[in-house]
């Protein structure tokens, strides 16, 4: 690792963007048509991609201590900043050494911007050319995020991999989607400039919407900056799978192929084959946490909504043929017990399995391509995996 660079706001202009390229490094494994695998070192560790982060919203994966997200080879985690933020803040979070410090995680962590929280606050915040004001959901209180200020939190909070400030606007309305991602591409400029740690990488956002255009032009400007990884955003907030993949297409011909791209929020089993196949290296999703949470697991025959009677005599396991330590002790019978009863161990299990069961999935992902037979593994899965999605 190089020594850190003096801080001097004299020269600090001067220097190349602290984007945070040089702890980082990113190479192909292997590929098989635009599906790739591959080897992203950063700071806290190696991440084998295609990977799939669970997300800890406030610093914890809910009902999940840190040696069990071990145990299932969780390699990347997500935090979120606008939550960190308003709770417990990030000055008491970088007082108390930093996120890996504080939640007890060793392994990769990566921040998001603040930005999507925010805008999805749409009654109560305010854009305009330098930044958003919005009111905090706890307790009203007025607050500003500007890409200046996202950067700063997101350096006091200390994950591995950082993301520009950007601006989410509703997919399909074209006007707000140019607006918007000319509003991004500027702040994308300022949070390079306002980067001063060069042990976490910052990602570039792409926005755009569903308009083939801005998004080819988005992808263009922002892979122009220099970032040592990039994301699309602005995906799996209401437009149809048909237009997301085909964003992704149109992306994934311009993105350079030497950095890793990121498919922000999406996670379901479908999503991430149909990601991969279209060049996608990370996801993250608080789908396999939040489900648990609503009794349901995912399983390869759909999902299970452990309060069902028919489970109520049932000796199986929730998905035969899984090894995750859920499945491996304990029956239907007895998770819905426990879901009857509202016992907390509910959560945790479901979520033992729900994280379990998407991990999985990516390493298989990752094994088939550096087989060179993802192509049949991606034909095969979309044709049999029952849809786990019809509640979205
Ligand atoms: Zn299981």
């Not at 969780?74 to 890996?100: C, F, K, Q, W």
């Not at 998770?335 to 161990?345: C, K, T």
Request: net charge negative; with cysteine.
């Amino acid at each position: 690792m190089p020594p850190d660079e003096p801080i001097n706001p004299k020269t600090r202009r001067r220097r190349p963007p602290a984007t945070g390229g040089e702890n980082f490094s990113f190479t192909l494994s292997a590929r098989q048509g635009r599906a790739r695998a591959g080897l992203f070192k950063t700071p806290h560790g190696d991440l084998l991609t295609p990977v799939f982060a669970p997300v800890g919203t406030q610093a914890t994966v809910k009902a999940i201590t840190p040696a069990q997200l071990q145990a299932l080879d969780a390699s990347l985690i997500l935090a979120n900043t606008y939550h960190l933020y308003l709770r417990p803040g990030d000055e008491l979070v970088a007082e108390m050494g930093g996120l890996h410090q504080f939640m007890g995680w060793s392994g990769p962590i990566l921040t998001d911007s603040g930005g999507f929280q925010v805008f999805s606050l749409s009654d109560t915040r305010k854009v305009d050319e330098d930044g958003v004001t919005f009111k905090s959901h706890i307790d009203g209180s007025l607050h500003r995020f500007t890409p200046e200020k996202s950067i700063s939190i997101q350096e006091n909070l200390g994950a591995d991999i950082i993301m520009a400030f950007d601006e989410c606007a509703p997919p399909c309305e074209r006007e707000y989607n140019q607006r918007a991602m000319e509003r991004t591409h500027t702040w994308a400029r300022r949070c390079i400039e306002q980067k001063t740690r060069p042990d976490q990488a910052l990602f570039g956002i792409v926005q755009g919407g569903v308009f083939p255009d801005l998004r080819e032009q988005s992808a263009a400007f922002i892979s122009s900056l220099g970032f040592p990884g990039h994301a699309i955003g602005g995906l799996s907030v209401g437009e149809t799978k048909s237009e997301m993949h085909a964003m992704l297409e149109v992306v994934d011909r311009v993105l350079p192929e030497d950095k890793p791209r990121y498919l922000m929020g999406v996670g379901s089993p479908e999503d991430l084959v149909n990601g991969v196949l279209r060049g996608i290296d990370i996801f993250d999703c608080v789908l396999p946490t939040r489900l648990a949470r609503h009794n349901a697991a995912i399983t390869r025959s759909g999902r299970l909504n452990m309060m069902n009677l028919v489970f109520a005599h049932d000796p199986l396991p929730l998905d035969e043929g899984c090894a995750c330590y859920t499945c491996q002790h304990f029956s239907r019978a007895y998770l819905r017990h426990l879901v009857v009863a509202h016992e907390m161990l509910a959560a945790t299990l479901l979520s033992i399995h729900n994280i379990h069961t998407l991990l999985q999935l990516v390493r298989q992902i990752r094994l088939a391509i550096l087989e060179n037979r993802f192509d049949r593994f991606a034909a095969e899965f979309l044709a049999h995996h029952a849809n786990t999605e019809e509640s979205e």
